[in-house]
């Protein structure tokens, strides 16, 4: 049986016009999972809720086998948590903000903090108002890891950034899991991020799950497929997650390739689904169902 580093059970949330509805789903140890979905579909509200930021109404969430609202302040010195905007006392440099940081936490090691600010080329004495976004999404990572954190939730972690600096923290967090004792969990609006390195892949939209699965049943599961408009008739448009057509044809999302395969055969062009295809055309669903 698979050892899960973390556990959502039905989770819910109400906001006024926005609901998280009966959310469920794990991530394995030693594995990245990476949280997507629209603006407003429930992301942060996820991440809020496993970091007991938020008071969520129904459901349960378990990090390392504990239940959170039992075992917080055990389960929070275990986790890595890089906020999308990290909050600094500008004024200070990265030297003094650590020795801010470091008593707070009886694992802190002073090693693996010098050598991540080696790593990463960051300097210890220029103040943080003076580092740019990368810098500083660098620095929060680095803090977030020099405590022996088990669990790395990121929201947004690479939103912002230039190409260089995203490859080269996409690069470290492969490298990081590595080590099987550790686990990612980041959202992000950047799929190409998401496709690049998660090996668990959770979408959410109007905050219901759409699915969690492994990203290679995601991509065995959807394909585009493009033809002629003759093909479409009521039966066969039930292939579809959603369609987009014009006068010179469609393309389509389908969520059952092998279906689809059965019922058009060669008479259509089927190419790999990205994370982007598939967003937009559920996206698509979604207005066509209002």
């Known amino acids: 049986m698979t050892d899960n580093i973390l556990e959502i059970s039905n989770l819910s949330k109400s906001y006024g016009d926005f609901s998280l509805d009966n959310i469920s789903f794990s991530l394995p140890k030693?594995?990245?999972?990476?949280?997507?979905?629209?603006?407003?579909?429930?992301?942060?509200?996820?991440?809020?809720?496993?970091?007991?930021?938020?008071?969520?109404?129904?459901?349960?969430?378990?990090?390392?086998?504990?239940?959170?609202?039992?075992?917080?302040?055990?389960?929070k010195k275990r986790i890595g948590?890089?906020?999308?905007?990290?909050?600094?006392?500008?004024?200070?440099?990265?030297?003094?903000?650590?020795?801010?940081?470091?008593?707070?936490?009886?694992?802190?090691?002073?090693?693996?903090?010098?050598?991540?600010?080696?790593?990463?080329?960051?300097?210890?004495?220029?103040?943080?108002?003076?580092?740019?976004k990368g810098m500083y999404m660098k620095s929060s990572i680095i803090l977030a890891l020099s405590h022996n954190a088990e669990f790395i939730i990121m929201d947004e972690p690479t939103s912002g950034l230039d190409p260089v600096v995203r490859r080269e923290l996409l690069d470290f967090f492969k490298e990081l899991i590595q080590d099987e004792n550790k686990s990612i969990l980041f959202s992000s609006h950047i799929t190409t991020d998401i496709e690049q390195i998660a090996d668990y892949i959770t979408y959410i939209a109007k905050g219901k799950l759409v699915f969690s699965e492994t990203k290679d049943d995601i991509f065995e599961r959807y394909s585009m497929v493009k033809?002629?408009?003759?093909?479409?008739?009521?039966?066969?448009?039930?292939?579809?997650?959603?369609?987009r057509?014009?006068?010179?044809?469609?393309?389509?999302?389908?969520?059952?390739?092998?279906?689809?395969?059965n019922i058009f055969g060669d008479d259509v062009i089927y190419q790999r689904a990205t994370l982007e295809d598939i967003m937009f055309f559920t996206n698509l669903k979604n207005k066509s169902n209002n």
């Open 30 to 75: 030693g594995y990245i999972m990476g949280l997507i979905g629209p603006n407003g579909a429930g992301k942060t509200t996820i991440i809020k809720s496993i970091m007991n930021l938020i008071m969520k109404q129904n459901g349960d969430i378990k990090i390392f086998g504990k239940d959170l609202s039992k075992f917080e302040i055990e389960i």
């Open 81 to 132: 948590f890089v906020y999308d905007t990290p909050n600094y006392y500008e004024h200070i440099n990265l030297k003094q903000l650590k020795n801010t940081i470091a008593p707070f936490y009886e694992n802190w090691d002073d090693d693996i903090f010098y050598n991540l600010v080696e790593r990463f080329e960051l300097p210890l004495n220029k103040k943080l108002k003076n580092f740019s």
């Open 227 to 243: 033809g002629g408009n003759d093909l479409l008739n009521e039966e066969t448009k039930k292939c579809f997650v959603a369609i």
């Open 245 to 261: 057509s014009n006068d010179y044809g469609f393309e389509a999302l389908s969520d059952d390739v092998i279906n689809t395969r």
